[in-house]
């Protein structure tokens, strides 16, 4: 029963979570972004998730409302897709080693995502007043999780009665945020060095933590699927 809640229904309700107290952060976030501190409210295309879960916006206001909403969201997140990851550690026992390998690193990237949270992006700057133990934290999010994706994708092809299709959907997850990874360690300058790169930075870490989540939920509901037909038979 307790298999079933972390799989198929806490999912459910920690992306309803995620969707809302983001929003709500957004909407009660100052103002301000990097590069311009006269901006009114929440942009889009302009303000990193982080900025949600700063102290302070970058309009020099208090921000301890979306702080709130926004890091919870986080810890939400990390704790259900956490224990997803535990929960599925002994799905696939004809293969243990990787089964390990693969709960190790979804946690290593759930933790990271509950790091992100306690770590808001204007507190522990190094001497270029950047947040280096926060940056530590979100790169590990999409480091391991990728990973990740590709273990469980050979595992999910391995073992009978899971539907190949959510390896696939895993195949073009990894692919994405791997993509990600080095177009914006890469490709990308520094948006305080160079302000027109904040649009790009912005954007493609918006599209890549929505496709992480929305790549995680999808897994869930074929874990579901397979627990409950494993489990009918």
Not at 152 to 165: H, Q
Request: overall charge neutral; charged content about 10%; glycine content about 6%.
């Amino acid at each position: 029963m307790k298999n079933k809640f972390w799989i198929i229904q806490m999912p459910t309700y920690g992306m309803i979570a995620f969707v809302c107290l983001n929003l709500m952060a957004m909407y009660f976030y100052p103002g301000g972004n990097m590069n311009n501190p006269n901006q009114i409210g929440y942009y889009f295309s302009y303000n990193f998730f982080s900025d949600l879960g700063a102290t302070m916006s970058h309009s020099g206001e208090s921000n301890l409302v979306s702080c709130f909403l926004f890091n919870s969201s986080l810890c939400i997140v990390g704790i259900t897709f956490g224990m997803l990851f535990y929960t599925i550690k002994n799905f696939f026992s004809d293969f243990p080693i990787s089964s390990s390998i693969a709960t190790i690193l979804g946690i290593i990237g759930c933790i990271s995502f509950i790091g992100v949270a306690f770590t808001p992006s204007n507190l522990y700057l190094d001497l270029n007043g950047d947040p280096w133990l926060h940056i530590i934290f979100a790169h590990w999010i999409f480091r391991s999780l990728s990973a990740v994706s590709i273990i469980y994708s050979i595992l999910i092809i391995k073992t009978d009665y899971f539907e190949k299709k959510y390896a696939y959907n895993f195949i073009i997850f990894g692919l994405v945020v791997f993509i990600y990874v080095i177009y914006s360690e890469l490709f990308l300058l520094n948006p305080r060095e160079y302000p027109e790169y904040l649009i790009k930075h912005v954007l493609s870490q918006k599209m890549v933590v929505i496709w992480i989540l929305l790549s995680m939920y999808i897994y869930s509901i074929g874990l579901g699927k397979y627990f409950l037909k494993i489990n009918h038979e």
